[in-house]
């Protein structure tokens, strides 16, 4: 389980920081070939199973994305320890940051298995980004917070396997990455511009 952690750490920071550099279709390609391998050394009896391989990877991405909500401890036992031995106090590598990444993976990865462009992920970090609301400060960030949260719950919940009574006490970023899809996020984005908007921002 720790090399695993490991592993996800190494893939959460290429997906937010280098996923600009990287080209979808050559690490399809990569990607392809080296399922077909690992399949062929570990299940040499079994016929190649594509499908099966993306199941495999959405469960356990699935779970990672989950690990905030406290019924996985062991997974959240191997996080909390590998940010205590291994990470500097600044990188964000709590269950939520952890939760956070998973579903901008499987988000990269599904895409990429079909033959789909990272166009869309540019534009769901954007998103992210701005919600930040580094702008803002004090009160007025708290209840542009809330604003935002409610409205991506109420509008958008649907696209969450999460419940929406379990969404509204999550963190705002947390919120937006449980129901960003490739299909709502041009409604995401206006939905939060026209929130800063009205408030003169």
Same mark, same amino acid.
């Given at each position: 389980m720790d090399e695993q952690v490991k592993q996800f750490y190494d893939v959460m920071m290429i997906s937010k920081y280098c996923y600009e550099d990287l080209n979808y279709k050559d690490v399809r390609e990569k990607y392809m070939a080296r399922a077909e391998m690992e399949w062929g050394d570990r299940k040499k009896n079994e016929p190649f199973s594509l499908e099966g391989i993306i199941s495999d990877v959405c469960a356990q991405l699935d779970r990672y994305a989950s690990v905030d909500d406290g019924e996985d401890a062991e997974l959240k036992k191997h996080i909390v320890d590998f940010k205590g031995l291994y990470l500097n106090s600044r990188i964000e590598f709590a269950p939520q940051n952890v939760a956070c990444a998973a579903l901008r993976v499987k988000m990269m990865y599904s895409l990429m298995v079909n033959g789909q462009d990272w166009d869309c992920v540019r534009s769901a970090m954007q998103i992210e980004d701005t919600l930040d609301l580094s702008h803002l400060s004090g009160r007025d960030k708290g209840t542009m917070v809330k604003e935002l949260r409610? /409205?991506?719950?109420?509008?958008?919940?649907?696209?969450?396997?999460?419940?929406?009574?379990?969404? !509204?006490? &999550?963190?705002?970023?947390?919120?937006?990455? /449980?129901?960003?899809?490739?299909?709502?996020?041009?409604?995401?984005?206006?939905?939060?511009?026209? !929130?800063? &908007?009205?408030?003169?921002e």
């Open positions: 409610t /409205a991506l719950v109420e509008g958008f919940s649907q696209y969450s396997s999460t419940p929406a009574k379990i969404l !509204k006490a &999550k963190g705002l970023k947390r919120v937006f990455w /449980a129901v960003a899809q490739p299909d709502n996020l041009d409604e995401i984005k206006s939905m939060v511009q026209s !929130k800063l &908007k009205a408030c003169g």
